[in-house]
């Protein structure tokens, strides 16, 4: 059968599973017009959560949104921000330039954001930080970190921790840098700590040890299931590429 007739089979297909699921009509017009693009984006935003029902299906429907509309999150965020001005919703909209890279005006958010009783808010410290890190201003993700600590002993966070390691590392504190990176082997959940800390390794040419943490990253791999593959698919890449074994 050509490949055109099976094209057409399964729009047509698509367009009744929208009508008999009574989801939105704007998607018929989404199929008709864009074939292929309309097609998939139908399918993995609205058919594969539903038949999947699992995290996988949710995260194909995330990413897939991403895709159709890569601005959504951040525009929603800034228009929230627009009608309350208040901590909840400045700490959403730094978050949101954050992960798309607009680091100083997060930082600017953040900053503004640490005042009267959230002054030594540890959120919003680890928050700025992040920001401080994305402008690879290392000296200050060290000053604020400590502060944070100083003001909130009991504050634990993993990723908050590994930060304040790489941020030693950028700025050559060897000696630091280590004691934090052995810290975090002893708890840090997946690769990434692991990976960080052969590349600090690698930097000080110690190429053994570093290949040594590549090699326990891609061997615990081994044992791991599917999600685990899944979930932290960008480190066990970057520590294969690394690992010469």
Known sequence: MPIFAISIIFQVALVMHIVKTGRSTTWIWIVVMLPFAGSVAYFLMEMLPELAGSRTGRNAQRKMQSI????????????????????????????????KGMFGEAKAMYEKSLKGIHQTDPHIMYGLAKAEFGLNNYGAVRSVMDDLIRHNPDFKNAEAHLLYARALMELNETAAAKHEFEALESYFPGPEASYWFGMFLKAQGRERESQEQFKKILEKAKVSGRHYHSYHKKWLKLAKQEFTG
Do not use: C, G, H
């Open 68 to 99: 159709v509309n890569p601005d959504k999150a951040v525009k929603q965020a800034a228009f929230n921000y627009s009608v309350t001005d208040s901590v909840e919703t400045s700490m959403r909209l730094a978050e949101e330039w954050l992960a």
